[in-house]
Nanobody, 125 residues
Framework: QVQLVESGGGSVQAGGSLRLSCAAS????????MAWFRQAAGKEREFVAA????????DYVDSVKGRFTISRDNAKNTMYLQMNSLRPEDTAVYYC??????????????????WGQGTLVTVSS
């Protein structure tokens, strides 16, 4: 079973940058596809980005393309989300998830096997 812990959230002004990290534990963590989701206050959780187990495939929601970059370092069992040109509408709790099948790369509604506890990102105008 994979366990996930996010870090790196915080407060930033519009146009600024943050890098989120998601540390995974578990013997098979590096074999999982992983993804970032976010949930703004009063809204449903939404897909942000996903990455295959080896980093060879990525997927992004249109609203973050060109601004966010997902990556992973399997030697460190850690996934990252570099967020640039942040906007107030990016304000949300960001969650990382792990998917043992890799289906998240083609189906953004696919259920994840594990979730982190979330990290808050606040972007002020």
């Amino acid at each position: 079973q994979v366990q996930l812990v996010e870090s790196g959230g915080g407060s930033v002004q519009a146009g600024g940058s943050l890098r989120l990290s998601c540390a995974a534990s578990g013997r098979t963590a590096s074999t999982y596809a992983m993804a970032w989701f976010r949930q703004a206050a009063g809204k449903e959780r939404e897909f942000v980005a996903a990455i295959s187990w080896n980093g060879g495939m990525t997927d992004y929601v249109d609203s973050v393309k060109g601004r966010f970059t997902i990556s992973r370092d399997n030697a460190k069992n850690t996934m990252y989300l570099q967020m640039n040109s942040l906007r107030p509408e990016d304000t949300a709790v960001y969650y990382c998830g792990a998917d043992s099948t890799g289906v998240i790369l083609i189906d953004r509604s696919h259920s994840m096997n594990a979730w982190g506890q979330g990290t808050l990102v606040t972007v002020s105008s």
